[in-house]
């Protein structure tokens, strides 16, 4: 029989290993002599994002900003007591991300592989070798040539998203405006251009914001707390995944895709028209034998990837036009003046002839990166080996590391007063080499987005469409100074954004 002083000496043998275990884990960087940032002994540098104080991008942002951090290249950092890099230095990270990408072609973040196939073996989160061989067969559905043939689809989703706005009731401002959560608005657009151009289905999210698609969209990204924890598992502590049973997809949310995108696949299979989009692509997976879950996969990551940043994008754009009315005036003249000339009809030329629209878009991902940073895995093929980096740090393989464009994109060396919304930064004789490549909201190299074409494309559509018979002015619930919800990994307001729509046609 085991005694109490038998037990009562196990629990004490077991908390002075894990102590030495921690501390040992804790010392790395003093040990290699690396600068790095004084972690706490639960949870490493992450405290007050586990805690749920601070977003994802602001916990970067102290790292990034701290003193020890300040005048480095780089900076050793903990997750838990999993060491880490953080990389500050746009040489280095053009490196990691680019130069030595066979190095850091996977990424840090897990899904569950067990309880969320649709999740675990998308795209975004594949490793290689079979990431590779899926990026190369999914590039041809995003190419310019696409997007032209797309284009008409995306404009005729713009079209419903003005005729909606036109439809709601004017009861502010004396009968001028009414108002309305930006974010969500936005999103019933988003998932209306999916479900379009991935699956060639009407989702009229803007008719019944309540259907199927955006029921299910609402679920992935509505940050509640279990959901935060669901996303910091997966981006920071994969250990933790079996343990709370973290789903990218619920159970509700994969049957609707796997009977969605069987749908379209098998009536397009019956139709025996070729589109050359995505849905034909799944089709040729199925005939190479790829599993279903492989191939319902991609298309669901287009799903959670395609509506969620470009609403996001939309919507601080709509914020920042009702902080910046002159801006707002500017981007309305082009509008009009660019109409005008072709009679109201919203082309491909057209949307890509606008350069204030173009450098409106690029300011607010400057300042609101949907994704706020990216992260890498080292791997070596001789597991024993190091990367070495530069002349004093040797990256071990399986160390994350992580590239915090939040902090670099509103960093004052790179952009003058980067709080500020200033689009014209980004004019061609304004931009200088260093602005340019210090802004990458959509990650860099062979790993970088593989949507950034359609992401830019509908968002710039959604926008003129928005604009061209209303303007955004701040009201009463409008964020003064905007504050990120420190619950949503993908950056979102706190409490979401407000603001008056105010009807005034251009023509
Ligand atoms: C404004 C809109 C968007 C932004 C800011 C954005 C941003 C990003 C970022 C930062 C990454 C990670 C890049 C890296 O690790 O280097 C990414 C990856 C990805 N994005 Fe986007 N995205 C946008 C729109 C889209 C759209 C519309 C789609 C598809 C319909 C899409 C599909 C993907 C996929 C599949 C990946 C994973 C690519 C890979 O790992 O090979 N994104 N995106």
Redesign the pocket.
Same mark, same amino acid.
């Given at each position: 029989m085991i005694g109490l002083t038998e037990v009562l000496l196990f629990c004490i043998s077991s908390i002075v290993i894990l102590y030495f275990y921690l501390k040992y884990n804790f010392s790395y960087w003093r040990r290699k002599n690396i600068p790095y940032i004084k972690p706490n002994y639960i949870f490493g540098n992450l405290k007050d994002m586990v805690l749920m104080k601070k977003t994802a991008a602001y916990m970067f942002k102290d790292l990034y900003e701290h003193k020890i951090a300040a005048n480095e290249p780089y900076v050793g950092i903990h997750i838990f007591n999993k060491p880490g890099v953080l990389i500050r230095d746009l040489e280095l990270i053009k490196k990691v991300?680019i130069k030595d990408f066979n190095n850091f072609s996977n990424?840090f973040t897990r899904m569950n592989p067990h309880n969320d196939p649709l999740g675990s073996n998308? *795209? +975004?989160l594949l490793r290689n070798p079979m990431?590779r061989e899926l990026?190369q067969k999914?590039t041809p559905v +995003?190419t310019s040539g696409k997007m032209k043939q797309m284009f008409y689809l995306v404009e005729q989703i713009g079209n419903k998203l003005d005729e909606h706005l036109l439809s709601v009731p004017l009861n502010k401002q004396g009968g001028k405006a009414f108002t309305k959560e930006l974010k969500e608005l936005c999103a019933l657009y988003t998932t209306d251009v999916?479900a379009s151009v991935?699956y060639g289905l009407n989702a009229n999210s803007m008719k019944d914001p309540n259907g199927e698609f955006r029921k299910n969209g609402r679920k992935l990204f509505n940050f509640t707390v279990g959901r935060a924890v669901d996303f910091m598992s997966f981006f920071f502590l994969p250990q933790f995944i079996p343990i709370v049973n973290a789903t990218l997809f619920t159970k509700e949310a994969s049957n609707f895709l796997y009977a969605t995108i069987g749908y379209a696949m098998e009536e397009r299979e019956k139709s025996g028209v070729t589109r050359n989009d995505l849905i034909d692509v799944l089709l040729t997976f199925k005939k190479q034998n790829y599993s279903h879950d492989m191939i319902v996969a991609q298309a669901a990551?287009?799903f959670t990837?395609?509506?969620e940043?470009?609403s996001?994008?939309m919507s601080f754009a709509l914020y920042e036009l009702s902080q910046n009315q002159e801006a707002q005036q500017k981007l309305r003249r082009e509008i009009k003046e660019e109409l005008t000339k072709s009679n109201g009809k919203i082309t491909y030329d057209l949307i890509n002839s606008m350069e204030y629209l173009s450098i409106v878009i690029q300011e607010v *991902?400057r300042m609101y990166?949907?994704?706020p940073f990216?992260?890498?895995e080292c791997s070596m093929e001789d597991q024993n080996e190091y990367y070495q980096l530069d002349d004093k740090l040797r990256i071990p393989n399986g160390m994350p590391v992580y590239i915090p464009?939040y902090a670099i994109q509103r960093d004052e060396k790179y952009f003058d007063q980067p709080n500020k919304f200033i689009p014209e930064r980004f004019l061609p004789e304004n931009r200088d080499k260093l602005t340019y490549n210090a802004s990458m909201? +959509?990650?860099?190299?062979?790993?970088?987005?593989?949507?950034?074409r359609?992401? *830019?494309m509908?968002?710039k559509i959604g926008l003129v469409n928005f604009l061209k018979n209303h303007y955004v002015a701040p009201n009463e619930k409008t964020q003064k100074e905007m504050v990120l919800d420190p619950l949503a990994l993908i950056i979102a307001a706190k409490g979401g954004i407000y603001c008056d729509i105010v009807r005034d046609s251009l023509l």
């Open positions: 991300l990424r998308n *795209l +975004f990431w990026r999914l +995003f999916i991935a990551v287009f990837a395609g509506y940043t470009t996001s994008t *991902l990166p949907p994704l990216l992260d890498r464009i909201p +959509f990650g860099i190299g062979p790993h970088n987005c593989i949507g950034e359609l992401g *830019l509908q968002a």
